[in-house]
C-alpha cells in the first residue's frame, strides 16, 4: 500500500501529458496536485482522529480511482506520448550528462533506503512528531518539551507519516521524501532555465550544478525540509516564468497557472517559514511585471 501515492503521481502525470505539457512540467505539476492531496487528507481525517490504515489507504484509492474514471482518455494519451519511438535521439552531451545526474541521484536514494535517520534535526523533532501523530491518529497538538514538534511547518512530516502508515508502521522510507525533492529539484532547475533562454546544453549545466550541490547531496537521504522548501520555490518560480511567457488569450491556462503558483508557494511555506523570504522577491517582481 505504501506504492499508493507513487501510483497518484504516475496517474497524474499520464494525465497532463496527454494535454501535451512538456513531460518535466507535467511530473512537477502532478507532483504538486499529490502534495496538496497529502495536506489536505492529513488535516481531514486529523480531524476525526482517523489517520489509520484504513483510512489512509482509502483515501490515496479513491483518488486514484477518481482520476482513472474522470480523466481515462487523457491517461490514454499520456501513455501515448510515452511511446519509445516518438522520442528524439540522444546526443553524447545528454546521455553524459545524465549519466553523471543518474549516479547523483542513485547513490541519494541507496543511502536514503539503506541506512537510518541519524542527524540531530530529524531525531529532535521531524521524527518525534511523525511517531507522536501515527500513535494518536492525529496531527493535533501533545504534551512535549520540545516546541518545534508543535509549530515548525509540518509538510515534509506529514508526508513521512503518510508513507509510515501505509507502511504498518516501518519507517524504511521515510527519507525519500527528501529524495524526491532532490530529484525533482533538478528538474525544476533545468526548466526554470530554459524558461530563461537557456539552450539544451544550458539546461544540461544548469541540472549537473543542482544534481552536484554538496549540501542537497548530503540531504537527500534524511528527513530534514530544505529540499523540499527548495523544490516548490524552484517550482512556483517556474510557475511564474510560464505564465508570463504564456499567450494573455488563453485565460483557463493562465487561470490554472495561477492556481499552481499559490499552490507551490503554500507548500513552500508549509515545508519550511524562510519561504517567506525566499519567494517574497520573486511574488513581488511577477506582480509587477504582470500589471
Known amino acids: 500500500m505504501a506504492v499508493l501515492p507513487l501510483a497518484a503521481w504516475v496517474l497524474g502525470f499520464l494525465i497532463l501529458a496527454g494535454l501535451k505539457r512538456p513531460l518535466a512540467e507535467a511530473a512537477l ?14 488535516e481531514l481525517l486529523s480531524a476525526f482522529s482517523a489517520l489509520s490504515f484504513a483510512w489512509v489507504a482509502l483515501s490515496w484509492l479513491v483518488l486514484c480511482a477518481a482520476g482513472v474514471l474522470l480523466f481515462h482518455h487523457r491517461v490514454v494519451d499520456g501513455m501515448r506520448r510515452l511511446d519509445p519511438r516518438r522520442r528524439p535521439d540522444l546526443s553524447r552531451t545528454d546521455i553524459v550528462a545524465g549519466a553523471v545526474i543518474a ?15 541519524t542527524n540531530y534535526d530529524s531525531l529532535t523533532y521531524h521524527m518525534p512528531r511523525v511517531f507522536f501523530w501515527y500513535q494518536n491518529q492525529s496531527v493535533a497538538h501533545y504534551p512535549t518539551a520540545e516546541a518545534r514538534q508543535l509549530f515548525s511547518s509540518p509538510f515534509v512530516e506529514y508526508v513521512v507519516l503518510n508513507l509510515k502508515v501505509l507502511s504498518h508502521g516501518s519507517e524504511r522510507l521515510s527519507n525519500l521524501v527528501q529524495w524526491t525533492s532532490y530529484a525533482a529539484s533538478i528538474a525544476a532547475v533545468s526548466l526554470v532555465a530554459r524558461q530563461l533562454g537557456a539552450t539544451r546544453r544550458g539546461q544540461q549545466a544548469a541540472a549537473l550544478a543542482a544534481a552536484t550541490v554538496p549540501m542537497a547531496a548530503l540531504q537527500a537521504s534524511t528527513t530534514q525540509n530544505d529540499l523540499t522548501c527548495a523544490l516548490w520555490c524552484l517550482v512556483a518560480v517556474y510557475a511564474m516564468l510560464s505564465a508570463l511567457s504564456d499567450q494573455p488569450s488563453r485565460q483557463p491556462f493562465l487561470i490554472a497557472r495561477g492556481a499552481w503558483i499559490g499552490a507551490a508557494l503554500a507548500l513552500a511555506v508549509a515545508s519550511k517559514p524562510t519561504a517567506y523570504l525566499l519567494c517574497l522577491p520573486f511574488v513581488a517582481w511577477f506582480a509587477i511585471t504582470s500589471v
Open 103 to 117: 549516479v547523483f541521484v542513485g547513490a541519494a536514494a541507496l543511502a536514503a533506503l539503506l541506512y537510518p535517520t
Open 29 to 42: 505539476a502532478s507532483l504538486t496536485v499529490v502534495s496538496v492531496c497529502v495536506l489536505l487528507t492529513t
